[in-house]
T-cell receptor, first 113, second 112 residues
Framework: SAVISQKPSRDICQRGTSLTIQCQVD?????MFWYRQQPGQSLTLIAT?????????ESGFVIDKFPISRPNLTFSTLTVSNMSPEDSSIYLC??????????FGPGTRLTVL | GQQLNQSPQSMFIQEGEDVSMNCTSS?????WLWYKQDPGEGPVLLIA?????ELTSNGRLTAQFGITRKDSFLNISASIPSDVGIYFC????????????FGTGTRLQVTL
C-alpha cells in the first residue's frame, strides 16, 4: 500500500490564525481526500482534492474556510483558516491506490486555543 | 444523508475470546471496508469487500458483505491485546467518486 505522510503531526494554534497541513504520498495516486475527526468521533469527509482543478467540498464545508491545493499526483495541502476552538480536531488525508481502497496518513492533531 | 451505525459501540473482552461487530446502513453500498485505528494514528485498512454475500479473511479477521448490501460484519477470532483499538466500517456507493461514508466506530478493549 502507499505510504502517506503528513506534516505537522500536531500543532497548537491561536484563535484567528491559519494552519496549512501537508500530505505527501510515496507514489502517484488519482484520488486524494481530506477528512476531519473530531474528538471521540468518526471520520467526516471534508473534500476531494482534485489534481489540476478546484477541490470538491462536502456539505457543510466551504473553500474559504478549508482551501485545498493539489499541484500534482503525490501532494496536497489543506489550510484551516481563521481558526476557532471548534476547529480542534484530527485532520487526515487519504489516497485511493487501488479501486475503492483508501489508505490514510497518520493525521494532524490540531488544538486551537 | 447516509448513516452507518455500528454495534456494539464498545466492548470489553478477555484475551482469547472471539469478537463480533456489525455495521448497518439505511442505504445500499457497493463496497464495504473495515479499518482499525490505534490512538494517535490514522485508520489502517483491514479488509475490503466488493460483492454481496462475499466472505473474506485476513488472518484472524473475517468480514462479510451482507446479502441486502445494507450491512457488513467483522469477526475477530482468539483476540490478543494488540487488537485493542477502534474499528470503523466504511461504505462506498457507485457514482460517488470513491467517497467513503464511515460508521460510528466500535471501541474494543481486551483484558488479560
Amino acid at each position: 500500500s502507499a505510504v502517506i505522510s503528513q506534516k505537522p503531526s500536531r500543532d497548537i494554534c491561536q484563535r484567528g490564525t491559519s494552519l496549512t497541513i501537508q500530505c505527501q504520498v510515496d507514489s502517484q495516486v488519482t484520488m486524494m481526500f481530506w477528512y476531519r475527526q473530531q474528538p471521540g468521533q468518526s471520520l467526516t469527509l471534508i473534500a476531494t482534492a482534485n489534481q489540476g482543478s478546484e477541490a470538491t467540498y462536502e456539505s457543510g464545508f466551504v473553500i474559504d474556510k478549508f482551501p485545498i491545493s493539489r499541484p500534482n499526483l503525490t501532494f496536497s495541502t489543506l489550510t484551516v483558516s481563521n481558526m476557532s476552538p471548534e476547529d480542534s480536531s484530527i485532520y487526515l488525508c487519504s489516497a485511493e491506490q487501488k479501486l475503492d481502497e483508501q489508505f490514510f496518513g497518520p493525521g494532524t492533531r490540531l488544538t486551537v486555543l | 444523508g447516509q448513516q452507518l451505525n455500528q454495534s456494539p459501540q464498545s466492548m470489553f473482552i478477555q484475551e482469547g475470546e472471539d469478537v463480533s461487530m456489525n455495521c448497518t446502513s439505511s442505504s445500499i453500498f457497493n463496497t464495504w471496508l473495515w479499518y482499525k485505528q490505534d490512538p494517535g494514528e490514522g485508520p489502517v485498512l483491514l479488509i475490503a469487500l466488493y460483492k454481496a454475500g462475499e466472505l473474506t479473511s485476513n488472518g484472524r479477521l473475517t468480514a462479510q458483505f451482507g446479502i441486502t448490501r445494507k450491512d457488513s460484519f467483522l469477526n475477530i477470532s482468539a483476540s490478543i491485546p494488540s487488537d485493542v483499538g477502534i474499528y470503523f466500517c466504511a461504505g462506498q456507493t457507485i457514482g460517488t467518486a470513491s467517497k467513503l461514508t464511515f460508521g460510528t466506530g466500535t471501541r474494543l478493549q481486551v483484558t488479560l
